[in-house]
């Protein structure tokens, strides 16, 4: 999300749709407040303007939606107060009268409440308002701008800011979004004032419902950062009022509103002192009546997400505001996990409603609860939706996780983001919970998930492969079978049988299951040189020659050659200093782009110390046997046998071992094979 600096400025809106907003007021009761089912006692902030005639502060929705409030001093006098902003599971945002100087005011819940007598006007602050608009519609005049208003969606969110000085939308995505500030400002003294405008598309800024600067049109804010959309306003001293509107259609987001005061040089920023001050409180102690059964008050609000395309993960602070002591806190989130404290931190795997249960004990006993289903929305004014440090976190939270307690939407939530960071790790943790409850994941939509988890197991050592085939299976199992997605399924899967566990009737069978027509053109051809490593691994080798040399080998003259052995080379080189994966990658090419490779001791050798370093014991085993009976007289079959003996005793094939053991004994004996084996194998 992109933000305008503030140090890049130097130097008719419709007010009636903020104005709708603020006149709820809440009905005038007869009951006094002492009949209240509970009260919330709000404190002021200590780093907050004051003193200040309003007050706003955020009342979390514990007690229910149809739950009816109101605000007073602590002598039980009704305080005049307007919601600001209310949806289904957020909370209640209100400002109220701070005019008395009192810096704490009771929030009393109950059915029939006292209401303070009167008409009261929060003229304090910037409020703003962000709502979605359309991208097909000009903003090019001020009577275009009003009908891209009149047009655009329920508002996203509403609060105060500091200033007009706006670089993200702080209540949904930065694009496609009309932003509508309304703030009361002081002119100090009388005479002439200029404003200005810089924004990001169109904008409108209006003094005490005056038109004075606009810069219509699709822009960026680059050519208004001098104060050069202005105008000029003669005012009064004392308290004005400004509108502000901005249409934010894609790229960049800023608004920003600049004045010049009477006996100033130049246009520069509106300072957020030159706003009526605003006092910010929150909540600080809570209490239920003593016939009531008694309930948990808590707050939230998101710290921090990574996000990747449509995928994202959130992270909620939450607090618990309570009159108890020595009591203990338990928390339970709708993703299958708990935890303890007054305070926690915790990874939702996707945003929207969420719930969370909340209990509180006291000597082992139950002392209190409250269950909310609450709205997890994202931080949306960080900078940046991904961050390293976050997605390492979550990442670990995660992977120790009980998959098996985690609800089906999120664990794919989590396995789709995953596969966008194109995370391995996680991708594994996730996939193995998938596999345990294959059941739960029935129908052709999961072919792909199963699929890519197949993908991502491969190469992961023994029990790496046997993963893989397992998920390659389940993406081919009736009930999810897709033809685009199957026939990529059984290429890998049938490279696991002639190259793991040696199933060849079977690999053969799905080898001839293939259709090939969704296949892509790189996977055709790896399917026709699979036929091949099927005929090699069945001792048909000149019958894989033909195969291979069918597929389109290159002529061997001294280019080709030349370019062999570096390619070679290059893989060994990767091999040689750890780099695992892009060694795999650099043979799967060769072996692919030079297909009599696939019979080469070379390439071969290479293979299996690849495997070996990757603890693909079965598949260095499988592979062996197949080099073996290539490598015709070719004194480096002591390598092989070498590899032969040590898969073998690692996988618990004694026999086999001993067979190959024997061979390089009587075969090879003054070998540096058989050298090795001696000093690591046989008894001194």
Not at 30 to 38: D, L
Not at 142 to 168: H, I, K
Not at 207 to 220: K, Q
Request: hydrophobic share 40%.
């Amino acid at each position: 999300m992109t933000k305008f600096c503030r140090n890049t400025f130097r130097g008719r809106v419709l007010p009636a749709l903020l104005g709708a907003a603020l006149a709820q007021t809440v009905v005038v009761a007869q009951n006094p407040a002492a009949t209240a089912t509970a009260r919330l006692r709000i404190e002021k902030i200590a780093q907050t303007d004051w003193p200040a005639k309003v007050g706003v502060a955020d009342i979390a929705p514990c007690m229910g939606s149809e739950s009816r409030f109101g605000v007073f001093q602590s002598d039980g006098k009704p305080v005049a107060f307007q919601t600001l902003w209310s949806a289904p599971g957020e909370a209640t945002r209100i400002c109220f009268d701070t005019s008395s100087g009192s810096t704490a005011y009771e929030v009393c819940f109950g059915a029939d409440l006292p209401g303070a007598s009167g008409i009261w006007k929060p003229e304090a602050g910037v409020l703003l308002e962000t709502r979605p608009c359309r991208n097909d519609l000009p903003i090019n005049t001020a009577a275009e701008v009003t009908r891209v208003l009149s047009s655009a969606g329920t508002p996203l969110g509403r609060d105060y800011v500091p200033d007009v000085f706006l670089g993200a939308n702080p209540f949904g995505p930065s694009t496609y979004y009309a932003a509508l500030f309304n703030g009361w400002f002081t002119a100090p003294t009388a005479g002439q004032y200029t404003f200005a405008t810089a924004s990001d598309d169109a904008s409108i800024l209006e003094v005490d419902s005056r038109n004075v600067a606009a810069w219509l049109g699709v822009h960026g804010a680059g050519g208004g950062t001098h104060g050069e959309h202005q105008g000029t306003i003669t005012l009064s001293a004392g308290l004005h009022r400004l509108s502000y509107v901005q249409v934010q259609l894609d790229g960049p987001s800023a608004a920003v509103a600049g004045w010049k005061p009477p006996g100033r040089d130049h246009v520069e920023l509106m300072p957020a002192s030159a706003f009526a001050p605003l006092a910010r409180f929150r909540a600080e102690h809570f209490e239920c009546a003593a016939s009531s059964p008694e309930r948990l008050y808590f707050e939230w609000h998101a710290v921090d997400q990574c996000a990747l395309g449509g995928e994202m993960l959130v992270r909620a602070q939450f607090r618990v505001v309570d009159n108890g002591r020595g009591r203990s806190y338990r928390w339970r989130f709708d993703d299958g996990t708990e935890d303890a404290g007054a305070n926690p931190r915790h990874f939702f795997p996707q945003p929207g409603l969420r719930q969370v249960t909340l209990e509180a004990w006291q000597k082992g006993v139950l002392a209190a609860t409250n269950a909310l289903r609450l709205r997890i929305n994202p931080q949306w004014q960080q900078r940046d939706s991904w961050r390293d440090d976050v997605f390492e976190q979550a990442k670990s939270d995660f992977l120790r996780r009980d998959l098996a307690r985690m609800p089906a939407r999120d664990l794919i939530a989590v396995l789709e983001f995953a596969d966008r960071a194109d995370d391995a790790e996680l991708l594994m943790g996730m996939g193995e919970g998938l596999m345990r409850r294959q059941e739960e994941f029935d129908g052709a939509a999961y072919a792909q998930t199963f699929y890519r988890v197949g993908e991502v197991f491969e190469h992961r050592g023994d029990s790496g492969d046997a993963q893989a085939g397992r998920a390659f299976r389940l993406a081919l199992a009736p009930q999810r079978a897709v033809p685009a997605v199957s026939d990529r399924a059984r290429v890998h899967l049938a490279a696991l049988l002639i190259h793991c566990t040696g199933d060849l009737d079977e690999a053969g069978k799905v080898l001839g299951a293939i259709s090939g027509g969704l296949l892509s053109k790189e996977e055709k051809r790896l399917w026709r040189l699979l036929e091949g490593d099927l005929l090699l691994a069945r001792g048909k080798k000149e019958e894989a020659r033909k195969e291979y040399a069918a597929a389109g080998e290159t002529q061997a003259d001294r280019q080709f050659n030349a370019e062999r052995a570096a390619r070679l080379e290059g893989a060994a080189n990767l091999l040689e200093y750890g780099h695992l994966e892009e060694a795999q990658a650099a043979l799967d090419r060769l072996e692919l782009e030079m297909p009599l490779e696939r019979m080469s001791l070379d390439t071969g050798l290479l293979a299996l110390n690849l495997e070996l370093g990757r603890k693909e014991f079965q598949r260095a085993f499988t592979d062996g046997q197949t080099l073996l009976a290539v490598a015709g007289d070719d004194p480096r079959q002591s390598d092989v046998l070498y590899t032969l003996v040590q898969t073998g005793l690692a996988l618990g094939k004694k026999e086999q071992a001993q067979r190959a053991m024997g061979r390089l004994l009587k075969d090879f004996p003054y070998s540096e094979a058989t050298a090795k084996a001696k000093d690591r194998w046989t008894e001194k």
